[in-house]
């Protein structure tokens, strides 16, 4: 966390003084190089992805990528707790997602640090990612902006149970694209918490015609559809 805690001091947020935790978070790029990249290509991962998504179907990337939100023990709220699923492309206007998960093959959450119930953990709806894509399937392959379909899959989701995203430095949850989730506050715990939760990019969209050929997360969408 040596390079996190470098890029932070720049802007007066110092390790050892929690007075200069002033906000609730802050957000740096996520590295690429060193123990992040050897993180995000690990083998065991690559092998999950290959029986989540499907051998060449997504990107390999050298790293991470994404952000890495840091989420110091705070009351103020950090305006970014609600309830989303992951916009996946960029259409040239706004970002979208849709049912066939254009671009994202998944919604990774690697844990940085440990990260305790007191911690600020990310909450999930489980099984959200079938309500989610009911809601997308009416819109095709245009798909919808968050502000268009947010509401509604929220309201989708609403009955489902919650989670924490709770666990040791090193653990990654793989989530299906589809995911409700959100930021939680307050952070009562005394350390900051860091994640990054990049998305496994497709490089193709999901064909969503055969069960029979589909891998799991391929398969969720058809099966709640």
Same mark, same amino acid.
């Given at each position: 966390?040596?390079?996190?805690?470098?890029?932070?001091?720049?802007?007066?947020?110092?390790?050892?003084?929690?007075?200069?935790?002033?906000?609730?978070?802050?957000?740096?790029?996520?590295?690429?190089?060193?123990?992040?990249?050897?993180?995000?290509?690990?083998?065991?991962?690559?092998?999950a992805?290959?029986?989540?998504?499907?051998?060449?179907?997504?990107?390999?990337?050298?790293?991470?990528?994404?952000?890495?939100?840091?989420?110091?023990?705070?009351?103020?709220?950090?305006?970014?707790?609600?309830?989303?699923?992951?916009?996946?492309?960029?259409?040239?206007?706004?970002? %979208?997602?849709?049912? %066939?998960? %254009?671009?994202?093959?998944?919604?990774?959450?690697?844990?940085?640090?440990?990260?305790?119930?007191? +911690?600020?953990?990310?909450?999930?709806?489980?099984?959200?990612?079938?309500?989610?894509?009911?809601?997308?399937?009416p819109?095709? +392959? +245009?798909?919808?902006?968050?502000?268009?379909?947010?509401?509604?899959?929220?309201?989708?989701?609403?009955?489902?149970p919650?989670?924490?995203?709770?666990?040791?430095?090193?653990?990654?949850?793989?989530c299906h694209?589809?995911?409700?989730?959100?930021?939680?506050?307050?952070? %009562?715990?005394?350390?900051?918490?860091?994640?990054?939760?990049?998305?496994?990019?497709?490089?193709?969209?999901?064909?969503?015609?055969?069960?029979?050929?589909?891998y799991?997360?391929?398969?969720?969408?058809?099966?709640?559809?």
């Amino acid at each position: 966390m040596d390079v996190v805690w470098a890029e932070l001091e720049e802007r007066g947020v110092r390790r050892g003084d929690p007075e200069s935790w002033k906000t609730p978070v802050e957000r740096i790029a996520c590295p690429e190089d060193g123990a992040f990249v050897e993180a995000g290509t690990a083998g065991v991962l690559w092998e999950a992805y290959d029986q989540l998504i499907g051998p060449d179907k997504w990107w390999k990337r050298e790293g991470m990528g994404g952000t890495i939100p840091i989420r110091f023990p705070h009351s103020a709220d950090p305006g970014d707790a609600g309830w989303h699923i992951e916009a996946s492309y960029w259409n040239g206007t706004d970002w %979208r997602a849709n049912v %066939r998960s %254009r671009e994202r093959g998944l919604l990774s959450l690697f844990l940085l640090t440990d990260v305790c119930p007191d +911690d600020a953990p990310t909450l999930i709806r489980v099984g959200s990612h079938a309500d989610a894509a009911r809601v997308l399937a009416p819109a095709g +392959d +245009d798909g919808f902006a968050p502000g268009e379909s947010g509401p509604l899959i929220v309201e989708a989701s609403a009955d489902r149970p919650v989670v924490e995203a709770t666990g040791s430095a090193g653990d990654v949850y793989l989530c299906h694209p589809f995911l409700v989730h959100s930021a939680s506050w307050p952070h %009562r715990g005394t350390n900051p918490r860091m994640i990054t939760q990049p998305g496994v990019a497709l490089l193709e969209p999901f064909a969503l015609t055969d069960r029979n050929t589909a891998y799991p997360v391929e398969a969720a969408i058809l099966n709640a559809i």
